[in-house]
């Protein structure tokens, strides 16, 4: 599905140059969560936002079902992110003025779906994520872990392949965000999509089905994910292995605002 192959993103700072992107390949796949791991600067939402065709590569590609998206026009990069992505913030970007339910069916309203059957299948997905009793309520009138569970059904309504996660445990306690991981993780399996998901949260590493560590932009090592009681850590240890991740999208960027392994 989501493949980079060896692509490279750079930034001119004062005198320098800096690799924020350095020479990455990788995969995800579908039914698979993918947590990518690294220290602030490593370069880990610079990969993602190539991820979604929100920055282009210097080098190399980055491929969707084998189409490279630098060859895409803006407004095909538009509807490849409202139709085959969905997206999870730290910060949730939910619309302050509008409901759950109408959070929730944002997508489907920007897409053109008629309002009747968007406001359908947005309260069948805050049913799956514990919050039909909320629908008529505001963000401001949530929790920090029900505005997360209303985010991730915005996430999932249109039915994307593919949900782009950064830090999406980051305002949560503890519990809240295991229960967050884990529900993200298995509504995207249910529906075939796959996750790439940013996080410095070690407990992640055990929903993940790999991680990959990121630092200075350049893939440092892959492993499987650790079991649900293992005990997950961060990635980035010695061993490494080289066989062969805005209101205008409903919360995701658009451009207006808002087994992956390396081969080297």
Known sequence: MLELQRARKLYAGPGE???????????VH???LVALFGPSGSGKTTLLLLAAGLLSAD?????FDGSDLARMTKAELLAHRRTELGFVFQDFKL?????????AALPLLLRGEPHRDARSRALSLLAEVGLAH???????????GERQRLAIARALVGEPRLVLADE?????DTDTGAEVIALLGGLARERGAG????????RVAARADRTLALRDGRLEEERAGEDDDGGGGEPGGPQSRDEDPGPDDGGGPDGSQSKAVSAR
């Open 17 to 27: 140059k800096v690799h924020a992107v350095d020479d990455v390949t990788m995969h």
């Open 195 to 202: 996750v790439l998901l940013v996080s410095h949260d070690p």
């Open 30 to 32: 579908a039914r698979e």
């Open 168 to 172: 999406p445990t980051g305002n949560l």
């Open 59 to 63: 080098s190399g590609r980055v491929l």
């Open 95 to 103: 619309v302050a003025g509008l409901t759950a339910q109408e959070n």
């Open 134 to 144: 909320r629908a008529d309520h505001t963000p401001d009138e949530l929790s920090g």
